[in-house]
């Protein structure tokens, strides 16, 4: 019996964010009057998607199996998006 291929790190870390950010949509539905703490949990929701997309390229540079050519690379297209400092 072979065991189960494993799931590469840096695309659990992907998973994580996609269900923060289902979260936050989810959350988006919250009624302010009668759920006065939706404000929160759409809050929490989400401020975790952000900080979970930011260390997908951490994930991605700590994995073993991805040569330091395509660490660097993605390190370096990291540092020229716009957007990811925002995040």
């Known amino acids: 019996m072979t065991d189960p291929p494993t799931v590469p790190a840096y695309l659990q870390q992907v998973a994580r964010a996609y269900r923060f ?3 936050f949509k989810n959350a988006m539905t ?3 009057p ?6 929160n949990e ?3 929701n989400l ?8 260390h997908v390229k ?6 073993p199996n991805i040569s ?3 660490k660097d690379e993605i390190w370096d297209q990291v540092k020229a998006n716009p957007y990811l400092p925002i995040v």
């Open 21 to 23: 950010l289902d979260r």
């Open 30 to 32: 919250f009624n302010f």
């Open 34 to 39: 009668a759920d006065p703490n939706g404000i």
């Open 42 to 44: 759409l809050e929490d």
């Open 47 to 54: 401020w975790a998607f952000f900080q979970n997309c930011w």
């Open 58 to 63: 951490d994930w991605l540079r700590n994995d």
């Open 68 to 70: 330091k050519d395509i």
